[in-house]
């Protein structure tokens, strides 16, 4: 887990990010075992990712600028985690941004908007397509369904009712990007 986490600091400077190790790795994808973590996060229904990513990160943003009930900032942390539960004619979207290790033991503070939530996610092992680039609603969309059908090739079980979209930058950051989706292995 060290050298994944050196990895990570490499590349996204000093941010906090969920704990977790490679279990294996191939062409297309890789499998991972997140720890169980706390995070902050919103729920959006609308039938555009970019739409409801930007309303879950303003809320999500100012929650952690001091919108909360200690009225303290908390900082910035990797990815901004975006559950994609697809439906008839909308998509439940949640955003999150995962709690800093510092606060993964006690917990952060509660929100003051009722819109915004404290919670946890369990243990999961997650598949993990990578890509570069501004991402837009039809490359997250692209993206997953790619990891899905190498999955599927592989004879693997996952989760196909959801998958999750991780932004590791900020929208300020011209190149050398990083992006990920995640289907989460069916135990």
Request: negative net charge.
């Given at each position: ?15 906090d990010s ?5 279990v ?6 890789e499998?991972r075992?997140?720890?169980g973590a706390?995070?902050?996060s919103?729920?959006?229904p609308?039938?555009?990712h ?5 309303t ?9 600028s001091g919108?909360n ?14 559950k ?6 909308q998509?439940?979207f ?5 709690a800093p290790h ?5 917990g ?8 915004v ?16 680039g ?12 790619l990891?899905?059908?190498s ?13 999750y ?17 995640w289907y989460?292995?069916?135990?």
């Open positions: 887990m060290a050298v994944v986490k050196e990895i990570f600091k490499t590349m996204f400077g000093t941010l969920p704990n977790h190790s490679v294996s790795s191939s062409a297309d994808y499998e075992k997140y720890e706390r995070w902050t919103t729920t959006i609308d039938i555009e970019r739409t409801a990513v930007s879950g990160f303003r809320r999500l943003f100012k929650y952690i919108h009930e200690k009225q303290v900032r908390i900082p910035m942390t990797v990815p901004v985690l975006t994609v539960e697809p439906g008839d004619g998509t439940d949640m955003v999150s941004f995962f510092a606060d993964q033991a006690e952060t503070a509660q929100p003051s908007d009722p819109e939530f404290n919670n946890s996610l369990p243990e999961m092992t997650a598949y993990v397509k990578t890509f570069s501004y991402a837009k609603d039809e490359d997250w969309t692209k993206q997953a369904e990891l899905a059908k999955l599927d090739n592989d004879g693997k079980k996952y989760h196909k009712d959801f998958y979209t991780a932004g590791y930058n900020s929208p300020f950051k011209p190149i050398n990007r990083h992006n990920e989706v989460i292995k069916a135990e």
